[in-house]
């Protein structure tokens, strides 16, 4: 089991609608989790940090965080083409170090 | 431009040779990580200093690669005898304690 996990895509939504991406992760203990998103070619942006149960909104973005089923989601509202990229859930875990998903890559279709 | 540099931003190299990559973080910054990343995979985490200390070294790290961060300061990620499965992006980034991290433009290796 991989100790953080997303699924890879791609995943297709039309322009002005909403894009909901998952990750679970397998280290009880984790503390912070983190979006990140990455155009091709690119290095990794961070889009939202989150820290305790619940809901997080910035803007088009709302990060969910569940510890107890150990998910993490990031919704996108009102998608844009230039939300189109590939989105890397990330874990800060018991030590000291932050393992990343594979990403899943969104596309964004007019 | 999130603070954190990094140089070259791409290397070709040939199988053997040895290269060096330096990352200057974000001054107020005391915590450095290096990744790798593969196409179509997530960055894999290398080796992590807390200041001048290495404090993690993931077992991906053959000891070919070596890392050092003098004076808490910016940090050189080497690798020694390269091989042609070492081609990747190396990203680095920074992190002040429990806050959030940010890379910076990343290192694209080529090893023909």
């Known amino acids: 089991q991989k100790e953080v996990e997303q699924n890879s895509g791609p995943l297709s939504v039309p322009e002005g609608a909403i894009a909901s991406l998952n990750c679970t992760y397998s280290?009880?203990?984790?503390?912070?989790f983190f979006w990140y998103r990455q155009y091709s070619g690119k290095s990794p942006e961070l889009i939202m940090s989150?820290?305790?149960?619940g809901d997080k909104e910035d803007g088009r973005f709302t990060a969910q965080l569940n510890k107890a089923s150990q998910y993490v989601s990031l919704l996108i509202r009102d998608s844009q083409p230039s939300d189109s990229a590939t989105y890397l859930c990330?874990?800060?875990?018991?030590?000291?170090?932050?393992?990343f998903g594979s990403g899943t890559r969104l596309s964004i279709r007019p | 431009d999130t603070g954190v540099s990094q140089d070259p931003r791409h290397k070709i190299t040939k199988r053997g040779q040895n290269v060096t990559f330096r990352c200057d973080p974000i001054?107020?910054?005391?915590?450095l990580y290096w990744y790798r990343q593969t196409l179509g995979q997530g960055p894999e985490f290398l080796t992590y200093?807390?200041?001048?200390?290495?404090?993690?070294k993931s077992r991906l790290l053959s000891d070919r690669f070596s890392a050092e961060r003098p004076k808490g300061s910016f940090s050189t990620l080497e690798i020694q005898r390269t091989e042609q499965g070492d081609s990747a992006m190396y990203l680095c980034?920074?992190?002040?304690?429990?806050?959030?991290?940010?890379f910076g433009p990343g290192t694209r290796l080529t090893v023909l």
């Open positions: 980034a920074s992190r002040r304690g429990g806050d959030e991290q940010f």
């Open positions: 280290d009880r203990v984790s503390q912070s």
């Open positions: 989150i820290y305790s149960n």
């Open positions: 990330a874990v800060y875990s018991s030590a000291s170090k932050i393992i």
């Open positions: 001054s107020e910054h005391n915590r």
């Open positions: 200093f807390q200041n001048e200390a290495q404090l993690e």
